[in-house]
């Protein structure tokens, strides 16, 4: 029973899913997916997800995440408390509350994204970004996101009185936790690995610190653009339902053992549209179904019967019913 615990563990604290921890996600999503643990079962309903359909991609981005946003912004023991529960009522309204929490920390997380990126200088090769109005909770958040949209190395610090909390992201080739140990002269405390770090220092020394590590990475050589490394080239014609189902067998994907990506060449686009007001692009490849999530900005640059190159992984769109074939795009390359 304690498997389908391990596997959202193992999957939400991005541990890599090879070998022995494989297996135990692998097993745990088994007993997760009949499940009869009250609160898991309470959340799964809240969130809209069906009991047996419950893969990593699941876990990650969707229960994941509830049972996180209350610790990041009251108190984790209600997630604790939820899993615990005996009661069917305190399940239910502990599951709502999550969901609620998580969704107050969606529009948080939003909004201080955006407030993050009126402070960005593109000329520098980290970006140090502060501001009192962030949660210390989801400063984790703006510093990944804005890491990945700008591929530099980012530091989101929320300001206190005395005491500022820190949490920094990195790209490949710059440690994190490394570069930031070369000022802990001002810093109460630091800890991380290369990727990902988390310090505190006292708000008066916030502005020397942005100074110190602006001037210590200044000495990087030009960051390379982030690439997208895919498996594959294939045709549209090779692209099937059954290899889908045969790809499946590689599940569960995640971390340290992502889903394969494919590229084809010279696809023919059509019924382009977007999606999600306006954050999401859709259009047909060779006549096969295409979602692009985050691309809909690129519905002014397409033109139906154009030629492109695109990245994406196969799935199995399940609507109403029915399954079709679906390529969900990483990246398009106009010719």
């Known amino acids: 029973e304690l498997l389908q615990f ?78 615990c529960t005996k009661d069917v009522t305190k399940a239910r309204n502990l599951a709502r509350l999550l969901n609620e929490t998580n969704a107050t920390r969606q529009k948080m997380t939003a909004s201080a ?30 510093a990944g996101k804005i890491s990945d949209e700008y591929y530099r190395p980012t530091i989101a610090i929320s300001l206190g009185e ?62 390379a653009e982030q690439t997208l490394e895919v498996d594959v080239i294939v045709e549209t014609k090779q692209l099937t339902k059954s290899l889908v189902d045969e790809l499946q067998k590689f599940e569960p994907f995640g971390f340290g053992n992502p889903r394969p990506i ?7 686009i059509s019924d382009i549209r977007t999606v999600g007001e306006g954050k999401h692009l859709k259009f047909k490849a060779d ?16 033109n139906n019967g154009q030629s492109v190159n695109l990245a994406y992984t196969p799935e199995i769109d399940t609507y109403n019913g029915s399954e079709k074939l679906q390529l969900k795009v990483k990246d398009i390359k106009t010719n």
Not at 287 to 302: K, R, Y
Request: some cysteine; overall charge negative.
């Open 262 to 268: 494919f590229t084809t060449d010279a696809v023919q």
């Open 162 to 223: 005395k005491v500022s909390k820190g949490s920094a992201r990195s790209i490949d080739g710059v440690n994190i936790v490394e570069v930031i140990r070369n000022f802990e002269d001002i810093l109460i405390d630091v800890g991380g690995h290369p990727g990902a770090a988390g310090f505190s220092i006292e708000t008066q020394h916030v502005e020397i610190f942005k100074s110190r590590i602006e001037k210590h990475l200044d000495n990087l050589p030009d960051l």
């Open 6 to 83: 391990v596997a959202l563990a193992t999957i939400c604290d991005l541990i890599p899913l090879i070998g022995l921890n494989r297996a135990f996600v692998y097993e745990g999503l088994k007993i997760l997916n009949r499940t009869t643990n009250l609160g898991l079962l309470a959340l799964i309903n809240e969130a809209g997800i069906r009991l047996g359909n419950i893969t990593s991609f699941e876990i990650g981005f969707i229960l994941g995440p509830r049972l996180n946003a209350i610790g990041r912004l009251e108190h984790a023991i209600e997630a604790l408390r939820l899993l």
């Open 113 to 142: 994204i955006e407030e993050a990126k009126l402070l960005i200088d593109v000329n520098k090769k980290v970006h140090v970004l502060s501001s009192k109005a962030w949660s210390m909770g989801i400063i984790g958040l703006i």
């Open 287 to 302: 006549n096969i179904d295409t979602i692009a999530f985050g691309m809909g900005e690129m519905v002014a640059t397409l």
